[in-house]
């Protein structure tokens, strides 16, 4: 059985918000594995892996154990998990905010008016530390799902939970009251793994997909008089490439951007002068 192996074990999400994405960025990378049913392991192929489905919130503790060499997981289940584990490599998935919300017609205002005040959450140990900031004192309601419905059953005057996309909050007529902190999915490594190499190949291997899913490749042509404005516009992750075109006087940009740049420096190109800019999707890299 895989737990009795001596493969590398990369523990990651089983269900939730992380589960999908986390998958579809081990494929991606290279990190192939079939899940049967509800199997508790899978053997990654041509690698000696072992994938095992875990509960997001009990990755940052089973790292810190040295049960598994790696985790995927939430950096705020990190922070609230509170061991001695710093993530590795942020992976550009599942970015969300942990924010206090009150009903749309709560009173209340702001952290100050909280004192008192009963607060539901699956994260006491970062809501405590917030309260603490503030000089706030609460009491905590800790549960472990649905708290977005504790303030419509009378259990709350507030909560603290994730918010993503917003549609949760609409749902349950809340609104944020305050924002605690920005978060992402992480990488973890435990500190005590037995295969140090093997981990940095694994990580070079999800940075390559890391980093070609928040860039693209922009290729267009440009007159020599302006070619220093354009690659002021598209200094690539190193450096652009430029070559010179067949017709005098012109020359070939090629520079990698981000793709939350890309239409804005387009049409900087194009007001420049650029001519036959074309975006091309990064699958893969190594920078
Ligand atoms: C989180 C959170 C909210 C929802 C917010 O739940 O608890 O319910 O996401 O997302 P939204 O702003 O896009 O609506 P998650 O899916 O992590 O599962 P959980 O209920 O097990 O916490």
């Not at 503030?134 to 909560?159: F, K, N, P, Y």
Request: proline share 4%; charged share 25%; net charge negative.
């Amino acid at each position: 059985m895989p737990m009795a192996s001596t493969n590398l074990r990369l523990g990651i999400p089983s269900k939730g918000r992380l589960a999908e994405a986390t998958t579809s960025l081990l494929v991606d990378a290279g990190l192939k594995f079939r899940r049967s049913d509800r199997a508790l392991f899978a053997r990654v192929r041509d690698m000696p892996v072992d994938v095992t489905f875990l509960r997001a919130d009990d990755i940052p503790v089973l790292c810190a154990e040295g049960a598994i060499d790696l985790g995927i997981t939430g950096s705020d289940l990190l922070e609230e998990s509170g061991v001695d584990l710093t993530a590795r490599m942020p992976l550009g998935l599942g970015g969300c905010r942990l924010a206090f919300c009150v009903a749309q017609d709560s009173q209340l205002q702001g952290p100050g008016d909280l004192q008192g005040a009963r607060i539901a959450t699956s994260f006491p140990h970062v809501t405590g530390q917030y309260l603490a900031r503030h000089g706030v004192t609460c009491r905590i309601v800790e549960l472990s799902g649905s708290v977005e419905v504790m303030i419509a059953l009378g259990v709350a005057d507030a909560i603290v939970d994730i918010v993503e996309t917003g549609s949760t909050l609409v749902a349950n007529k809340l609104r944020i009251l305050d924002e605690i902190g920005h978060y992402e999915t992480v990488l973890v490594q435990s500190p005590t793994t037995a295969d140090a190499d093997l981990c940095a190949r694994i990580v070079r291997r999800l940075e390559g997909v890391v980093i070609a899913r928040s860039y693209c490749l922009l290729e267009y042509n440009i007159p020599e008089a302006r070619l220093a404005s354009a690659e002021k516009l598209t200094p690539g992750f190193e450096s652009p490439t430029v070559s010179r075109l067949e017709e005098a006087g012109w020359f070939s940009v090629r520079a990698m951007v981000r793709r939350s740049d890309v239409i804005d420096t387009m049409e900087q190109l194009e007001d420049l002068g650029a001519t036959a800019i074309l975006e091309t999707e990064i699958s893969n890299c190594r920078l």
